[in-house]
Structures are given as structure tokens and as C-alpha cells.
């Protein structure tokens, strides 16, 4: 089955800085790669999603880039705000039958930005 | 409106005991997934229910039981309770690639 690697688990920017998150997959028929973010005691929500035929989307301060060949991909936040502080879930999702998709997930990255 | 609801939001009980958790969703999607978020805040698929048929069992135990009235709906039963069962429950929808989560059941076994 599929396999996420997901680093760093925790990261501490100041506020303004660059955050860059990591993540590995191992199957290569995953061909959909969302991020989630979770804040404290709330639902995971989708902040940005990537399909394995583009190699890079954009949404103002966030942007995510895929490589196929080396199955890797990040998640890159810019002028990170104190509100950016949360947990990070990277994903891999290969289609199964009919509509399902099976979200295999990353660890986690806990991102917390210094005011 | 709520697109993804579950309830109840809290659940605490004891070991040995059977307990249900619901979900329903108004966003017309065909398939519905539970997820099982641990302390450590792993998330890890357990079912997804595609059109009313069980279409991913993740290697859960089958005390777990999955049940879907209608599309709408996938509740989620646990049989003889035990204390590594707690953890918090997403359930999710999805119609294509996103997936919608609710706002999650925190079980605790005492």
C-alpha cells in the first residue's frame, strides 16, 4: 500500500518568514496530492490540492510543487501570519472504484509562527 | 448550513461497552469515509462507503461495524469498547478528488 513521509514534524518561523513542508510517497499510480490543515480541536480542512499531471498551483500565499520522478512533494506558505499556526497533513490518494479515493496521510507537521 | 455533521461531538464510556457514532452529510456526495485520528494525531482511513457498499476496509477490527441507511448517512458502530479505541472519529464525504471532513467525535474509554 501506499506510504507518506511527511517533515518536519514541528517548524517555528517568524512571522513574515517562509514555511516549507516535505513530503515522500512510494506508490506511483497516486495521482492526487492534497494538504490539509487542522487547528486545535477543529476538523482538517483542504488549503491547497495538486493532480499528478501539473508541477506546480499557486493560491496566494500558499503554493505546492509535485515530482513525479522523484515522488516528492511541498507544501511552501509565504508571509506567514500568526493564523498559519496549525498541523499540516500532506496526503497521496489513488482512485479506488466508482468516486472513492483511498487518502493515505503524512505524519503531521506542527507549524507554529512567532509573532 | 453544516455539510458534514456527526454526532455526538463527545463520548465517554466504559470498557466493555457498545457505542454508536453518526454521520450524515447534505452535500449529495456518493461516497463517505471514517477516519481515526490517535493521540500522536495520526490519521488513518478505517471504511469508505461508495453508493451504500463497503468499498475499503482498512485492517480495523470488526467489532468495528460500518452501517449506511442511505447516502446521506454512515454511522459508525463499536462493539466491547476497549481503552486503545479511543481517539477522536472524522467522518468525510467526497463526490470527486476533495474530501469534506465533519467536525469529529472524541471518544475516551474509561
Known amino acids: 500500500g501506499e506510504n507518506v513521509e511527511q517533515h518536519p514534524s514541528t517548524l517555528s518561523v517568524q512571522e513574515g518568514d517562509s514555511a516549507v513542508i516535505k513530503c515522500t510517497y512510494s506508490?506511483?499510480?497516486?495521482?492526487?496530492f492534497p494538504w490539509y490543515k487542522q487547528e486545535l480541536g477543529k476538523r482538517p480542512q483542504l488549503i491547497i490540492d495538486?493532480?499528478?499531471?501539473?508541477g506546480e498551483k499557486k493560491d496566494q500565499r500558499i503554493a505546492v510543487t509535485l515530482n513525479k520522478t522523484a515522488k516528492h512533494f511541498s507544501l511552501h506558505i509565504t508571509e506567514t501570519q500568526p493564523e498559519d499556526s496549525a498541523v499540516y497533513f500532506c496526503a497521496a490518494s489513488t482512485e479506488t472504484s466508482g468516486s472513492a479515493r483511498q487518502l493515505t496521510f503524512g505524519s503531521g507537521t506542527q507549524l507554529t509562527v512567532l509573532p | 448550513d453544516t455539510a458534514v455533521s456527526q454526532t455526538p461531538k463527545y463520548l465517554v464510556t466504559q470498557m466493555g461497552n457498545d457505542k454508536s457514532i453518526k454521520c450524515e452529510q447534505n452535500?449529495?456526495?456518493?461516497?463517505m469515509y471514517w477516519y481515526k485520528q490517535d493521540s500522536k494525531k495520526f490519521l488513518k482511513i478505517m471504511f469508505s462507503?461508495?453508493?451504500?457498499?463497503?468499498?475499503i476496509n482498512e485492517t480495523v477490527p470488526n467489532r468495528f461495524s460500518p452501517k449506511s441507511p442511505d447516502k446521506a448517512h454512515l454511522n459508525l458502530h463499536i462493539n466491547s469498547l476497549e481503552l486503545g479505541d479511543s481517539a477522536v472519529y472524522f467522518c468525510?464525504?467526497?463526490?470527486?478528488?476533495?474530501?469534506?471532513f465533519g467536525p469529529g467525535t472524541r471518544l475516551t474509554v474509561t
Open positions: 462507503y461508495n453508493n451504500k457498499e463497503l468499498i
Open positions: 468525510a464525504s467526497s463526490q470527486d478528488h476533495e474530501q469534506y
Open positions: 495538486i493532480r499528478s499531471n501539473v
Open positions: 452535500l449529495g456526495h456518493d461516497t
Open positions: 506508490d506511483s499510480a497516486s495521482n492526487y
